[in-house]
């Protein structure tokens, strides 16, 4: 294999063979590719495109560049779920307990921060003692034992993802549909999973923020993830504003126990936990239909199960044994704390969802290089819903900071990041679409 043929191939536009692709993974792999070639190989696939079939092989033969996880001893159906990233998307957080309590094993892969967007690994390290690299022994045994575990990518997971994905975010070639659907689902299928669903977010705090973006990568990762023997469907669910009503490390975690807990019955991160559980369930066959896996997973949440999941993962994973209990006396808060009032009377009509999600990385909650610490105390909570009329004045989110002095500029960032208007507005829908 000559790797500048495969690029000289790609840039004319021309269709791989899944041989082609095969051997200039491995190379990759074995880091026999230098990264001025991979980056090449990147950017002609990010013009050029990959056709279905393509796409499929890049992504098998990603998955098959590490360690295929195998969970044929279980007697459960393996499932996962994986979001394209939003601003207080913390689904996964409830998700993964509530369907392990409905009778599923959850291996779920999870990723940290990128750009606006929160990762669930970050989150959870906001949890004294959670290690979110645990070897493949213990990840295995909370599996089995708790029924689900939310960890990091480990190094021999999709390896050929690790060593791309690091390339691509430095030149300029992430937003491609077909390297784009290969990244996620070599890492969801490396993890040996039976059904996945996909919540695709869509506006002006995704990456992808057009429905049709949107769309063609919801095909894309379901077409591919059906082809390799996986059972898939996605949500197209709405990003045009923050999907909690906190966003920021800790204070999320703050937020999944008060849903695991039913303090946030009625809210969009309602709607789309349960859609998501819902569609695991059906998927999985523990259930028959949407309605009855929507009345397991509520059962799973009013009985108290799915805390209990949760409580024991956390436990399992090096947390500490009461967390659920006293929240408060393991998580740090931030020094600071500053209520954003509306600056006039009105109705919540729009929000600038990616410069939130922004406004907390500049807070400390995000990374700005690779190797920056996180201060999982920082962001923002109290976030008014759109659609919610307010009186001048009053609050319409919490700002949480190191200091005063961030506090009361992002405090004026925010208020400048609603949009207030006379007339009321109608609730936009939180699930847009359905696709598999
Ligand atoms: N998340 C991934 O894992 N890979 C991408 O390419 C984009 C988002």
């Not at 980056?39 to 495109?49: D, I, N, Q």
């Not at 279905?52 to 033969?61: C, G, N, Q, S, Y």
């Not at 979110?132 to 708790?146: A, S, Y």
């Not at 937020?255 to 039913?262: E, I, K, P, R, V």
Request: hydrophobic residues 45%.
């Amino acid at each position: 294999m000559i790797p500048q043929e495969i690029i000289r191939r790609k840039r004319d536009g021309k269709v791989l063979t899944g041989d082609e692709i095969a051997a200039f993974i491995a190379a990759l792999t074995k880091e026999e590719i230098s990264e001025g070639q991979a980056a090449a190989f990147a950017m002609a696939v990010f013009f050029r495109g990959m056709s279905r079939d393509e796409t499929v092989a890049l992504t098998l033969a990603m998955r098959d560049s590490g360690t295929v996880l195998n969970w044929d001893a279980l007697d459960r159906p393996v499932a996962d779920k994986h979001s394209t990233g939003g601003v207080g998307d913390n689904v996964s957080l409830m998700l993964a307990p509530i369907v392990a309590a409905c009778g599923l094993a959850v291996p779920m892969i999870s990723g940290r921060g990128l750009g606006h967007t929160g990762g669930t690994l970050d989150k959870l390290q906001s949890i004294p003692g959670y290690n979110v690299m645990p070897d493949e022994v213990l990840f295995r045994k909370v599996v089995r034992e708790v029924g689900c575990a939310i960890i990091g990518q480990t190094s021999d997971l999709a390896p050929a993802d690790r060593r791309l994905y690091g390339i691509r975010d430095v030149t300029a070639t992430v937003e491609s549909v077909p390297l784009i659907t290969a990244s996620i689902l070599s890492k969801k299928l490396a993890a040996g999973l039976g059904s996945l669903v996909l919540d695709v977010k869509v506006g002006n705090g995704a990456f992808m923020e057009s429905p049709e973006e949107a769309e063609a990568l919801a095909r894309s990762l379901v077409e591919v993830a059906n082809g390799a023997g996986v059972k898939t469907a996605a949500l197209l669910t709405d990003m045009n504003q923050p999907l909690a009503d906190a966003a920021g490390n800790a204070l999320e975690i703050v937020n999944c126990l008060d849903f695991l807990a039913g303090l946030k019955a009625g809210t969009r991160l309602e709607a789309v936990a349960l859609a998501e559980a819902a569609e695991m369930l059906v998927q999985a066959g523990v259930a028959s239909n949407l309605a009855e896996a929507e009345e397991n997973a509520r059962l799973a949440l009013s009985s108290g199960e799915a805390m209990e999941r949760f409580a024991r993962m956390v436990h399992a994973l090096g947390g500490p044994a009461d967390f659920c209990e006293r929240p408060d006396s393991y998580l740090e808060r931030a020094p600071v704390r500053l209520r954003v009032p509306a600056p006039r009377d009105g109705y919540l009509a729009a929000c600038e969802t990616r410069a939130i999600g922004l406004a907390v990385v500049e807070l400390g909650g995000g990374r700005k290089r690779a190797a920056d610490p996180i201060d999982h105390r920082v962001g923002i909570s109290e976030l008014l819903p759109l659609g919610r009329q307010v009186s001048e004045g009053e609050p319409i989110a919490m700002v949480h900071a190191r200091t005063k002095e961030d506090a009361e500029r992002i405090a004026e960032d925010i208020a400048r990041f609603y949009t207030i208007s006379d007339a009321p507005v109608a609730a936009a829908p939180v699930i847009l679409k359905r696709i598999g």
